[in-house]
């Protein structure tokens, strides 16, 4: 990882995904969204994570996790490494999802990098 961040054009792409994932008690139904933002070569730059309960513990967490992750690819970290710490990491809410390329989420944190890889091995593949 670099000590300097690649900094983002002031306009750049982005795409943004819902995701739900149904949790047991008392979670329920989880819905979330997350925004990846690109650098004009299409590497992701920056994650932003909202939870649909605005203000709650999880939502803080979320937030603050989406932050560290972007910092960490401004500063050089590949997503590769950033999935193989974070994803399949388990704990609550986890779940079914409604996405079949990720039909079973171990945590928002294991549902967000596990689409994000495959979201780039797609990209990639179109290369």
Request: proline fraction near 6%.
């Amino acid at each position: 990882m670099n000590d300097t961040r690649e900094r983002l054009p002031d306009t750049r792409p982005s795409i943004t995904h819902k995701a739900v994932i149904r949790a047991a008690a008392p979670f329920g139904r989880v819905k979330f969204f997350f925004t990846v933002g690109f650098y004009p070569d299409g590497r992701p730059a920056e994650l932003f994570l909202h939870m649909d309960e605005s203000g709650s513990t999880l939502d803080g967490f979320a937030d603050s996790w989406s932050i560290a992750i972007s910092i960490a690819l401004q500063r050089g970290e590949s997503l590769e490494s950033l999935v193989k710490k974070f994803g399949y990491q388990e704990f609550e809410p986890k779940g079914i999802t409604e996405d079949q390329e990720i039909p079973f989420a171990r945590s928002v944190v294991d549902y967000v990098m596990r689409w994000m890889e495959i979201w780039e091995r797609k990209r990639n593949a179109k290369d």
